[in-house]
């Protein structure tokens, strides 16, 4: 009961910043490609690539993405390699997969027409919650609330709440709030984005709050009682699990093996080199090789490397090495391959330079 209090008293102050709010998002908002329009597809794209993602880094790619993909009949009629390859280094790649199902279930069952509610638009590959929210008050003005942790963390200071944000019910209590509070405002999109654009460049997760900047400081309660670098609360999540692995570049004849990974899982379907469990050693490298039964030239340290996921984090180290012929299981590709035809993850981006590097420049000392 008090928490539903709360919730109803949130709203009502929320809802009397909300003019305030949009006229300094109309006035200071960034010129994103994305916002030249509300077209559903063009909202739907920049949704789903910022997800996880910098805005800054989004640009370009949504920018190269809308090329190449005018519109959802183009990208559902495109093949998912290609799809891919223009996902290459935004990571999350299951987020391009799902873009490219949804495409298809649009193009072919809906005549290429989105879903204008937030409750059919979660019914689609790839859209959460927020993202139906989003694109449900951007592109229809629907009032459908869009709540990822920059909201939480500005609701939890707007309301000097020191509940965890990382728990359900304190989603669950913000998405009913906002949902109440946007029945009653003219411009639901144009609200959401004010919001979303008060996290990035105001309300920031890191530093201090530029809390003189923030139209809503009259009415924040954390400034008013001055915790709001204190808020807000999350429960500490459990150390990343290390992988050490080992990398392999297996050349013939200018040519990299690479392999298809399986579907589920870590980079689930994306091309990658080979890759083995554990700092592979020089004597245990050597019978895994002869295994083949092919000659192969003497196997070259690589440079270490190592790559954050969300719950893992990888410390790799490589080998390179030269074969007569192609080993088989592999597919074989040459630099314009690597870099026009397949998506290789950025987390083998720096062995990924190394064989584009020596073609480029000859050979290189692979160790520095």
Same mark, same amino acid.
């Given at each position: 009961?008090?928490?539903?209090?709360?919730?109803?008293?949130?709203?009502?102050?929320?809802?009397?910043?909300?003019?305030?709010?949009?006229?300094?998002?109309?006035?200071?908002?960034?010129?994103?490609?994305?916002?030249?329009?509300?077209?559903?597809?063009?909202?739907?794209?920049?949704?789903?690539?910022?997800?996880?993602? @910098?805005?800054?880094?989004?640009?370009?790619?949504?920018?190269?993405?809308?090329?190449?993909?005018?519109?959802?009949?183009?990208?559902?009629?495109?093949?998912?390699?290609?799809?891919?390859?223009?996902?290459?280094?935004?990571?999350?790649?299951? @987020?391009?997969?799902?873009?490219?199902?949804?495409?298809?279930?649009?193009?072919?069952?809906?005549?290429?027409?989105?879903?204008?509610?937030?409750?059919?638009?979660?019914?689609?590959?790839?859209?959460?919650?927020?993202?139906?929210?989003?694109?449900?008050?951007?592109?229809?003005? @629907?009032?459908?609330?869009?709540?990822?942790?920059?909201?939480?963390?500005?609701?939890?200071?707007?309301?000097?709440?020191?509940?965890?944000?990382?728990?359900?019910?304190?989603?669950?209590?913000?998405?009913?709030?906002?949902?109440?509070?946007?029945?009653?405002?003219?411009?639901?999109?144009?609200?959401?984005?004010?919001?979303?654009?008060?996290?990035?460049?105001?309300? *920031?997760?890191?530093?201090?709050?530029?809390?003189?900047?923030?139209?809503?400081?009259?009415?924040?309660?954390?400034?008013?009682?001055?915790?709001?670098?204190?808020?807000?609360?999350?429960?500490?999540?459990?150390?990343?699990?290390?992988?050490?692995?080992?990398?392999?570049?297996?050349?013939?004849?200018?040519?990299?093996?690479?392999?298809?990974?399986?579907?589920?899982?870590?980079?689930?379907?994306?091309?990658?080199?080979?890759?083995?469990?554990?700092?592979?050693?020089?004597?245990?490298? *050597?019978?895994?090789?002869?295994?083949?039964?092919?000659?192969?030239?003497?196997?070259?340290?690589?440079?270490?490397?190592?790559?954050?996921?969300?719950?893992?984090?990888?410390?790799?180290?490589?080998?390179?090495?030269?074969?007569?012929?192609?080993?088989?299981?592999?597919?074989?590709?040459?630099?314009?391959?690597?870099?026009?035809?397949?998506?290789?993850? *950025?987390?083998?981006?720096?062995?990924?330079?190394?064989?584009?590097?020596?073609?480029?420049?000859?050979?290189?000392?692979?160790?520095?």
């Amino acid at each position: 009961m008090a928490a539903e209090k709360e919730s109803l008293e949130m709203t009502k102050r929320l809802k009397k910043e909300a003019e305030k709010l949009i006229a300094w998002f109309q006035r200071e908002k960034k010129d994103y490609p994305w916002r030249r329009d509300t077209d559903p597809y063009h909202v739907w794209i920049s949704e789903i690539m910022l997800q996880q993602t @910098r805005t800054e880094t989004v640009a370009e790619y949504y920018k190269r993405f809308t090329e190449a993909f005018p519109d959802i009949h183009s990208l559902a009629a495109a093949d998912e390699e290609s799809v891919l390859k223009l996902w290459e280094g935004l990571g999350y790649y299951s @987020r391009a997969r799902n873009l490219h199902r949804c495409a298809k279930i649009i193009a072919q069952e809906r005549q290429g027409r989105f879903p204008e509610e937030a409750a059919e638009l979660i019914k689609l590959p790839g859209i959460g919650q927020y993202t139906a929210g989003a694109i449900a008050s951007i592109a229809f003005r @629907r009032p459908a609330s869009a709540v990822d942790g920059n909201i939480l963390r500005i609701l939890a200071r707007f309301n000097n709440d020191e509940r965890d944000i990382l728990l359900p019910a304190v989603k669950k209590e913000a998405c009913k709030g906002l949902d109440s509070c946007l029945k009653e405002i003219k411009e639901p999109g144009l609200f959401n984005e004010a919001l979303m654009e008060l996290g990035e460049r105001i309300c *920031t997760p890191s530093g201090r709050p530029r809390c003189r900047y923030c139209p809503l400081q009259d009415a924040c309660l954390a400034l008013k009682e001055g915790t709001q670098e204190d808020l807000p609360l999350r429960g500490k999540k459990g150390p990343r699990r290390i992988e050490k692995k080992t990398v392999l570049m297996l050349i013939c004849r200018g040519r990299a093996a690479l392999i298809k990974r399986p579907e589920k899982g870590l980079l689930g379907g994306l091309y990658a080199f080979p890759m083995l469990d554990g700092h592979v050693i020089l004597s245990d490298l *050597t019978p895994w090789l002869a295994s083949y039964n092919q000659p192969f030239g003497k196997p070259q340290p690589l440079k270490e490397a190592s790559h954050i996921f969300t719950h893992v984090e990888w410390h790799m180290k490589g080998w390179r090495v030269e074969t007569q012929e192609e080993l088989p299981g592999y597919i074989y590709a040459g630099p314009d391959e690597i870099e026009g035809r397949y998506a290789i993850p *950025t987390a083998f981006k720096a062995y990924r330079e190394i064989f584009l590097q020596e073609f480029e420049y000859g050979k290189m000392d692979f160790t520095q």
